[in-house]
Structure formats: C-alpha cells, structure tokens
C-alpha cells in the first residue's frame, strides 16, 4: 500500500548521519526493524532516473512519526532528498522485510552492529523496551568515531535503565581523547558472548562485507544458521 507523507523535520544527528521525519500516515503499521520504499517526486532533468530507495524505519511502531537516518553519498537521489524542505512530500510503500523479533521465542538476543547499519536495532530496542521485553539482550555495537555512532546515547542509556539490557561499544579507529580501541569484533572477542550455542538468537545488522565476516565467525562457532538472522544496510550507499 502507498502513502503520500510529508517532511516534517530534518535534522544532523551524528557525523555525516542525517534524520528525517515524517508524518505518520493513518492505518501504516510496520514491525520494528522492517523497512519501506521512498519515492521522490520527479524533478525536471531527472525523469530517467530511479528516485525510489529502501530504507529500514528507525523510530519505533507505537512512536507517532515515522523516521530513517541515512548519510549524503551525493547521488542523485541522495542530492535531492537532502534539499528537500519541511512540508514536502514523498511516496511511501510498505513496509518490508523480516528482519524483526520473533516474540515467540524465549531465546535470550544478541545484535550484532556495524556503523549507520544499526537503524534497525534502534528501532526494536526502543519497541521492545516500549512493551517491557524480559529476554536477555546483549548489543555489541562497531563504529569508527564516537561522532558518527548513530543513536549511541540511546544505547546507552538503554544500558543503564534495564537490567536484561547489555551493551558494548566498540570504536575502531583512534581518537585525541581515547588512546586505548576497543577490541575488533572477531572471533575471540565474540566468544566471551557466546555462552550456550543453540540456546541464543543472534542478529546482524551493517555493511554487507561485515556481515558476511560475522556470520561465518558464528558458523565457525556451532551456531546454527536457523537462529542468525540478518540485515544488509544498503541505504547509506546510493
């Protein structure tokens, strides 16, 4: 089903990561993590080109507004998305995709996170927060520099309300005021996570290399294909 929705704000919420929100329109339901399709309207010189991209929903289903973040990689499309002004609309169709909690399921979670490609996660923990969720949650959360971690006050702040919640950042690349980076997210460092394989739901969520590289450490480590769910982020890319 389309909608036409419009811009209500826009806003830079971390390094090079910008937000916009839109008006939620009547009878939209999606599930946290899922994604929709966003269509431009046709500018004068562009009618060629495919103004329709896939971008995961971060803002939560019970939240009143519907919103995605995503960097300016100056393509076309990317280009006219940022010089959109409030109060212009957008086509919406939607939503897609499975990459979402199976509420069934007493599996204690793991996510698994690269960059802006923890969108998702952003969204299911502030819904699964939203409707008290009692599993066990350990987020382990890869980014290069504190300024262009996405939501990472959420996180963690998420970490200091709920006790089933676990979160560790890690940042890759050294700063002026860290002199000391986190382990890589490999294999040995995912271990000391992995307590009871078979008997935990792991999630993966980023750039298409990294999420190849994590789930094969997990097949490496007897988890089962059947309980790694995961979720490529393209929207940061065109």
Sequence with gaps: MSYRIRLIEKKEIAKDATCFVFEKPKGFKYKAGQCADFTL????????????????????????????VTKNTQSDFKKLLFSFRVGQRVKL?????????RE????????????????????????AFFKNEDRNIIFMYSYRHDTSA?????????????????????????????????????????????????????????????IVRIREILLELNISDENIRTDEFTGYSE
């Design 104 to 127: 069934t399921l007493s599996k204690p979670l793991v996510f698994i996170g690269a960059g802006i490609g923890v969108t998702p996660f952003a969204s299911i923990l502030k819904e």
């Design 150 to 210: 996405v939501f990472l006050d959420d996180f963690l702040s998420y970490a200091k309300q709920h006790k089933n919640f676990s979160f560790t950042a890690l940042q890759t690349a050294k700063s002026s005021t860290k002199k000391t980076i986190k382990p890589r997210l490999d294999k040995k460092f995912l271990m000391s996570f992995i307590k009871n394989p078979g008997e935990q739901s792991f999630y993966i969520s980023g750039p298409i290399p990294f």
């Design 41 to 68: 309207p046709l500018p004068k010189g562009l009618e060629s080109q495919n103004l329709t991209r896939t971008f995961t929903l971060s803002s939560a289903p019970h939240e009143k507004t519907i919103y995605i």
């Design 93 to 101: 169709e939607g939503p897609f995709g499975t990459f979402f909690l």
